[in-house]
């Protein structure tokens, strides 16, 4: 069964095909199982054996970008060694927000009684209460 792709399925109606389980492509199948999770393809007569040749192309990008990703993470991981530990940005979230509509709430008061004294007390109190 050699006429579908084994990654995406399509139908393969040229031979750019490239047979997984040939020794000449030992190294696709091992980058195939690399970036699958170790999906560990096993030759098997009822199921494809071969992957299309746009497959391959991805597969052949997605070992590069996983070989780049882990080259820049160990660059980072180095450079991080280097750097004292209390540069390490924080977290924290600036506290108070209870705190601050505390404050809002105590200038609303003042504001009203303000105002109560602007008006002599009673228009005031009559509408807040
Ligand atoms: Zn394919």
Redesign the pocket.
Known sequence: MNNQ?R??G?AMYNTKGRNLFQKKNAKLLLNFNLVTNNLALKKDPRVPSC??A??AESLNRAVIFRARALETQENFLQQRAGLPENDLPTDDETPGETSNSEVKAQDADSLISSLENELGGKTVQKIHK
């Open positions: 792709c990654a995406c399509s992957i299309c746009s497959c």
